[in-house]
């Protein structure tokens, strides 16, 4: 964590953003391309343009689903291939993980939900209205750790 008032090294936001939706490999290779991007549209930047790290966010985002449309196709060629145990394990994982997600205190889901889900960070979650950080933080613990538990409970493991 760097210490307060000081900014970043350039690209270090970007790729812990998209780290946290991809792989680490994919991660390195889909920031390379942002920044690349980057470098070739700075020549064609309008003074009128967004700012750059809001750019730079939509099109690693652009990057990250492009990413997920070439292995979704990817996948469905290869779902011809498996075995019948694993065709229903998807299902039976969605199953125990809405059963899961039940058992969780509505201030739990809402954490979980908007920082896994929405990405949002433990400050953002508590600026919404009732929260601390520090609670949120203890929310999200406590919520995945059930998660984990009932999982556990039902035989899905890792």
């Known amino acids: 964590m760097l ?10 936001r970007e790729e812990r953003f ?5 792989t680490a490999a994919d991660a390195e290779d889909l920031t390379q391309e942002v920044f690349a ?9 309008r003074v009128e343009a967004p700012p750059p790290l809001a750019w730079l ?8 689903v492009d990413l997920a449309r070439r292995r979704a196709s990817s996948d469905s060629s290869a779902a011809d291939d498996r075995t019948a145990e694993e065709r ?3 299902p039976q994982v969605g199953r125990a993980l809405a059963d899961a997600f039940a058992r969780l205190t509505d201030a739990q ?7 896994l889900f929405d990405g949002r960070s ?12 520090g609670a949120c933080k203890m929310r999200f ?3 995945l750790a059930t998660l984990r538990e009932e999982l556990e409970r039902k035989g899905i493991d890792r």
Do not use: H, N, Q, W
Not at 5 to 11: D, E, F, I, N, Q
Not at 18 to 22: L, M, Q, Y
Not at 37 to 45: L, S
Not at 57 to 64: C, D, F, P, S
């Open 18 to 22: 998209v780290r946290r939706r991809a």
């Open 122 to 133: 433990f400050a953002e979650i508590a600026a919404l209205p009732g929260s601390s950080e």
């Open 88 to 90: 229903t394990y998807g």
């Open 37 to 45: 991007a980057a470098a070739v549209a700075i020549a064609d930047a």
């Open 57 to 64: 966010y939509t099109v690693a985002r652009r990057r990250l």
């Open 109 to 115: 889901r809402r954490v979980i939900v908007l920082k």
């Open 3 to 12: 210490p307060r008032g000081r900014l970043a090294p350039p690209g270090d």
């Open 141 to 143: 613990s406590r919520g």
